[in-house]
């Protein structure tokens, strides 16, 4: 049966809430997560359910290269449900969480590749998807550095960085400058410019706050 207006809205809320807590602080995003994916499988919307395997895949690949075959199950799934229905913003979010399952089992010339086809679809095709969009271009960055390709590092992040000032991306620039990216001003040799680069974006944290993810890469 068609899903009430109600129905509709409280998965899409379940969405919004579990992908976002997924990169800030994880272990409440799991538990949204969860409830997303079971109410997701039960509505039977084919676009819940691709974008719940999604998330489930980000999740899974926690556990690396023994889920290996279960993530590729994930992704084959949520692929066909992104080209049966003709969804490119699933379609990216799919190549986008394939991608992200090889980077956690260490396969970085696969990422890579999932990563940048995954950006092609989003940057070009849809619209509304900055936010993933800003995780796509940290996370490629963090791949380049890890594959040792340090030229295109060199070649992206400067375009990445000159975009997200332009949109006052607040989001996009800590995730540049404090992530992985920062590694960008180490291989021009410019250590000083890295940390004030981290400095400017990284946020305090009082001894009863919680820790997010960004905090981590800051660290």
């Given at each position: 049966?068609?899903?009430?207006?109600?129905?509709?809205?409280?998965?899409?809320?379940?969405?919004?809430?579990?992908?976002?807590?997924?990169?800030?602080?994880?272990?409440?995003?799991?538990?949204?997560?969860?409830?997303?994916?079971?109410e997701a499988l039960a509505s039977q919307e084919p676009r819940q359910v691709g974008l719940a395997?999604?998330?489930?895949?980000?999740?899974?690949?926690?556990?690396?290269?023994?889920?290996?075959?279960?993530?590729?199950?994930?992704?084959?799934?949520?692929?066909?449900?992104?080209?049966?229905?003709?969804?490119?913003?699933?379609?990216?979010?799919?190549?986008?969480?394939?991608?992200?399952?090889?980077?956690l089992c260490g396969r970085w010339r696969e990422s890579s590749a999932r990563w940048q086809a995954?950006?092609?679809?989003?940057?070009?095709?849809?619209?509304?998807?900055?936010?993933?969009?800003?995780?796509?271009?940290?996370?490629?960055?963090?791949?380049?550095?890890?594959?040792?390709?340090?030229?295109?590092?060199?070649?992206?992040?400067?375009?990445?960085?000159?975009?997200?000032?332009?949109?006052?991306?607040?989001?996009?620039?800590?995730?540049?400058?404090?992530?992985?990216?920062?590694?960008?001003?180490?291989?021009?040799?410019?250590?000083?410019?890295?940390?004030?680069?981290?400095?400017?974006?990284?946020?305090?944290?009082?001894?009863?706050?919680?820790?997010?993810?960004?905090?981590?890469?800051?660290?």
């Open positions: 049966r068609p899903l009430s207006p109600v129905e509709a809205q409280r998965i899409d809320v379940l969405w919004s809430l579990s992908s976002a807590l997924g990169f800030v602080n994880p272990v409440f995003g799991q538990v949204l997560q969860m409830r997303y994916l079971r395997f999604c998330l489930e895949m980000g999740y899974l690949g926690l556990g690396g290269e023994k889920r290996w075959k279960r993530l590729e199950e994930l992704f084959v799934r949520a692929l066909a449900l992104a080209e049966r229905t003709g969804d490119k913003e699933l379609l990216g979010v799919a190549r986008a969480a394939g991608g992200l399952a090889s980077f995954a950006e092609e679809v989003l940057r070009n095709e849809c619209t509304r998807v900055r936010w993933q969009l800003d995780l796509l271009e940290t996370f490629r960055a963090s791949v380049l550095w890890f594959l040792g390709e340090t030229r295109e590092l060199a070649r992206l992040v400067p375009i990445y960085l000159r975009a997200a000032e332009e949109r006052a991306d607040a989001y996009a620039l800590r995730g540049l400058r404090g992530g992985r990216a920062n590694n960008f001003w180490l291989v021009l040799d410019q250590p000083g410019e890295a940390r004030a680069q981290l400095e400017s974006v990284a946020l305090p944290r009082a001894p009863d706050q919680p820790a997010h993810l960004t905090h981590f890469y800051e660290l």
